[in-house]
Nanobody, 116 residues
Framework: QVQLVESGGGLVQPGGSLRLSCTASESGVVSQYDMGWYRQAPGGQRESVGTIRFADNLNYVNSKKGRFIISRDHDKNTVYLQMNSLKPDDTAVYYC?????????WGQGTQVTVST
């Protein structure tokens, strides 16, 4: 059973930045799975933030107008979500997900709050 642990969330002022991390419990997961970031705002549905694919390294961030960047470190078995120019609307619980075929693992989430 793969475990994913997110970290790096917290309270940040509008316009600020945060970098979230997601570390997998098993070696090679970040290199061999599609790694995605999702978020769920209070009262809202979970939505995709972006994905980095293992097969072709395609890196797609869903309509964040260049504010968010996904990257990964194979040696650390960790995927990152760099978030810049944060807005109050970015407030949510952020989740990491690893998928490969029928395999599907989620992290427990990390809270990001953008507020003055």
């Amino acid at each position: 059973q793969v475990q994913l642990v997110e970290s790096g969330g917290g309270l940040v002022q509008p316009g600020g930045s945060l970098r979230l991390s997601c570390t997998a419990s098993e070696s090679g997961v970040v290199s061999q799975y599609d790694m995605g970031w999702y978020r769920q705002a209070p009262g809202g549905q979970r939505e995709s933030v972006g994905t980095i694919r293992f097969a072709d390294n395609l890196n797609y961030v869903n309509s964040k107008k260049g504010r968010f960047i996904i990257s990964r470190d194979h040696d650390k078995n960790t995927v990152y979500l760099q978030m810049n120019s944060l807005k109050p609307d970015d407030t949510a619980v952020y989740y990491c997900r690893a998928t490969r075929g029928i395999l599907n693992y989620w992290g427990q989430g990390t809270q990001v709050t953008v507020s003055t």
